[in-house]
């Protein structure tokens, strides 16, 4: 077989025990491969204990963009091999890779012996031990550096730039323990990170999380209710410290039932709300949801998706929502979903995710995870987009106001409370147009007419999908799974397989019109999405006109789909 | 629409009705707790489009209706939660939560605790009739032990809520009880509860003609002024509480604690937040 002909990157794993610093030790990797002009990515793993435990820092480094775990892992820097074990499907090794552990960890693991990886050894314990507040992590650091090319300055001033010039004692020993484990340097062959083509520009270091509640921040979100779950709690301790900065409120809810009920009561204010979730406590928010939907109020609730169902691994990512999202609500209750196709996406998304809501007043459900959402990625600085319209609020001078007016549109003026003339009560029992409950058939399907008409006739095709690439094959993805698949198409390409990627940005409502001309001329198509049960496939096969020739591929979490495994899935496409 | 200045804009209890007819049974004490609304309304020269009624479900949740003001009636047990989103997004705006003893105390009873706790200048207003009336005649947390209904057939041997000691103990800055059979008495209470800043709970007793026509139509003769003034010593209004019997009338508790206001900072331009990601 060949091998797939990736943009060049490099890999690196560190592990190690709670307290190794494995994570501070992967962020400065990053932040030096930043300052010499590289793009990076770094994924955390950590077991389930709450504080120490065994964790590792995953790292890619590129001159080009990077926002997905690549395929295997050039070099696995282990501080200890304390349950390393518990990693072992998580770190694909192989004959090219190599270890660097400490001299005193003791035996290989049988995992990492049958990887075939060339190991190097370093004493960087003992090293430590020799300079006064001397860490291992910093050692360890120094003989990567020298060992991959890295220049070791960086590390240096990544150190200090993070702990500060306020202790310039800390940063002096750091300084020594870096020059020390590079000067200290295992003699082994190690994949080199290529600086060719590495040029500083203008970079963000941001998180899907943090690029979350920015993109959140940027569409006008004034208020956010939210209840502490992983992995989407960093949405809501960036927003905390941002959003009043910005002329907004954050607020902790005591239960998912009442976040949902918080942003909820905020938009009826007139402040564009938002909430952020995972599955657990979307499930909560679901019959709330459906209120928000027959009183038209806009909000925005984040779900950063983990393996379900029920509590599953809270730390692991999988696209198995896609079906609560779409289908959770009872009765019919037309709204939005959307899918961020990238950590730097998520920016975009939430952005316009608020948008929607606001202008369309509906709920809006945005499908995160925790692989974009917790995962840090050094990216181009984005653009700052703008979406005009607003949320369309009732005039001045009112006369006989009726909240829940038949328009053309489907959007009809919502009063604020404080207008005069404006008083309505916003009501989860069906409604005629003054939004007095009713129980008419008349008013009944006037209003379900309403709100689906609204979304019917509103054009999402500015967002609805990226598309790429051009072929007789086309893949249809979602979310998360795009990026991985975005390095395969390119990498096919090469191989000179064609194959247009289509990646859905907007999950519901469909769009059949708009992805119909996206599929023209394609012959066969494959879907790749990371469930079980196969979601996004029978939601495409529910609402779409897809043609004859499918091949559906469909894998839960919670290992993260890679490129190399996406060009299988297509190379096995083009040949059959 | 009105362009008179609210300095000089005065109000009628009729300004406060809207035209949405009441579902409400003949002679139920809902029907007083709207009638005192507009009172007290009218009393406080509130504009009405400065009044939002937030209530759950259950015959008292369908109160904002009927009300000119403007209102949202939401889902089951979480109006707390809408109001306190709502106030914070709006502390500008009166907002007085209305619910009934299963809606507020049973399927929103998390709720009431945090509200009591958060302390955000709420009134939180429970037409208490000690059933669950429009599901037609379950008991509710605060139903009687041995009170025979079809799902609790002899009654549910349960002891009942006492949502006052309850709001003493998380926090509530204002606690007093009222009887609907008193018009005049509970637009005072709702007056005194909206004027009190922080959370405020009005517990009106609202007899139920229909499912409990025999038991609460002693009640006008039960209730009786509390005898001792209102206290702002919580370890007296704990005792006294606790050995109430649940018909003494007004305010019984009224503290000083500061009022939950959580508020911008700075209204940046969110540009502003770019150098935290610039490398």
């Known amino acids: ?576 | 629409m009105n362009m008179i200045p609210d300095a000089v804009r005065e109000f009628k209890p009729a300004d406060y009705k809207s035209a949405v007819k009441p579902v409400w049974c003949p002679g139920c004490g809902d029907h007083s707790v709207l009638v005192s609304f507009q009172r007290a309304f009218a009393e406080l020269g509130l504009p009405p489009e400065q009044i939002a009624i937030i209530s759950g479900i259950g015959c008292s949740s369908r109160i904002p209706a009927y009300v000119n003001a403007y209102g949202f009636h939401g889902v089951h047990g979480r109006s707390l939660a809408l109001a306190s989103g709502l106030k914070v997004a709006r502390p500008d705006l009166t907002v007085v939560v209305a619910s009934g003893d299963g809606d507020g105390f049973s399927i929103g009873g998390n709720h009431f605790l945090h509200a009591c706790r958060r302390n955000i200048d709420l009134t939180y207003i429970v037409m208490d009739n000690r059933i669950y009336g429009m599901t037609k005649g379950q008991p509710s947390p605060t139903t009687e032990p041995d009170w025979d209904t079809a799902i609790a057939p002899g009654g549910t041997g349960l002891s009942p809520f006492h949502p006052l000691v309850i709001a003493l103990a998380s926090g509530a800055n204002f606690i007093a009880r009222g009887f609907t059979g008193d018009v005049g008495g509970c637009a005072k209470l709702i007056i005194e509860a909206i004027r009190t800043p922080g959370f405020s709970f009005l517990q009106l007793l609202s007899p139920c003609v229909t499912f409990r026509p025999d038991q609460q139509k002693q009640w006008k003769s039960t209730v009786r002024t509390a005898v001792v003034p209102e206290t702002d010593d919580p370890g007296r209004a704990a005792r006294r509480l606790m050995t109430d019997d649940g018909f003494n009338v007004g305010v019984l508790y009224r503290g000083h604690r500061e009022p939950y206001r959580p508020h911008p900072i700075a209204d940046l331009d969110p540009a502003r937040l770019e150098a935290e990601f610039e490398v």
């Open chain 1, 1 to 576: 077989m060949t091998q797939p002909r990736f943009a060049p990157s490099l890999s690196i794993v560190l592990t190690g025990s709670g307290g190794a610093g494995v994570m501070t030790a992967g962020q400065t990797l990053l932040d030096a491969a930043t300052s010499c002009g590289l793009y990076g990515l770094m994924t955390r793993s950590t077991g389930p204990q709450i504080r120490g435990g065994e964790a590792a820092a995953m790292i890619r480094l590129s001159s080009r963009p990077v926002q997905c775990p690549g395929d295997r892992f050039d070099i696995l820097l282990a501080l200890d091999f304390d349950n390393v074990q518990r990693f072992a499907a998580e770190l694909p090794l192989d004959a090219g890779s190599l270890i660097i552990a400490d001299s005193g960890a003791g035996d290989l693991p049988d995992f990492l012996k049958a990887s075939q990886a060339a190991t190097a050894w370093l004493p960087m314990a003992k090293l430590a031990k020799s300079v006064k507040g001397g860490r291992v992590s910093m050692v360890a650091l120094g003989a990567l550096a020298r060992l991959i090319g890295l220049p070791e300055s960086s590390i240096v001033e990544a150190v200090a730039a993070s702990i500060g010039r306020k202790k310039p004692e800390a940063v002096a020993s750091s300084e020594q323990a870096v020059l020390l484990g590079a000067a200290n340097a295992p003699e082994a062959k190690a994949p080199q990170l290529s600086l060719s083509g590495a040029a500083p520009g203008a970079r963000w270091s941001i998180t899907g999380n943090e690029a979350t509640g920015f993109g959140a921040i940027r569409g006008g979100v004034k208020f956010v209710g939210g209840y502490p779950i992983t992995p989407a709690t960093e949405i809501l301790e960036w927003m905390a410290h941002t959003l009043p900065q910005c002329g907004g409120v954050l607020m902790q809810a005591e239960d998912e039932l009442a976040s949902i009920n918080m942003v909820i009561g905020a938009s009826f204010g007139g402040a564009p709300a938002l909430t952020a979730t995972a599955g657990p406590g979307l499930s909560l928010m679901i019959e709330s949801l459906g209120l928000a939907v027959a009183s038209e109020t806009p909000v925005v609730v984040v779900d950063v998706m983990r393996s379900g169902p029920s509590t599953g691994i809270a730390t692991k990512s999988e696209q198995s929502d896609l079906n609560i999202a779409v289908y959770g609500l009872h009765g019919d209750a037309p709204h939005v979903v959307t899918a961020p196709l990238s950590i730097s996406d998520c920016l975009l998304t939430a952005q316009w995710s608020v948008h929607l809501a606001e202008t369309l007043q509906t709920p809006v459900i945005m499908l995160s995870d925790q692989s974009i959402g917790q995962a840090r990625a050094v990216i181009d600085k984005p653009p700052n987009l703008s979406f005009g319209t607003q949320r369309l609020t009732m005039g001045a001078n009112a006369e006989n106001y009726a909240r829940y007016a038949l328009t053309e549109s489907g959007v009809s003026p919502m009063a604020i409370p404080g207008a005069p003339g404006g008083q309505y009560t916003a009501d989860g029992l069906t409604h005629n147009q003054k939004g007095t409950p009713s129980s008419q058939a008349q008013d009944h399907i006037g209003q379900l007419d309403k709100r689906q008409g609204k979304l019917d006739r509103f054009d999402f095709s500015a967002h609805w999908a990226d598309i790429e690439g051009e072929g007789e094959l086309a893949i249809i993805t979602w979310g998360s799974s795009a990026e991985p698949l975005r390095e395969a198409v390119e990498a096919a390409r090469t191989e000179g397989i064609g194959v247009k990627l289509i990646a859905l940005r907007l999950i519901a409502p469909a769009q059949p019109e708009l992805l119909a001309a996206a599929l023209a001329g394609a012959k066969r198509v494959v879907i790749v999405e990371q469930s079980h049960s196969g979601q996004f496939w029978r939601y495409l096969r529910a609402h779409y006109d897809l043609p004859a020739d499918i091949v559906p591929i469909a894998r839960p979490g919670p290992l993260p789909i890679r490129p190399g495994e996406a060009l299988e899935y297509i190379r096995k496409a083009a040949r059959s």
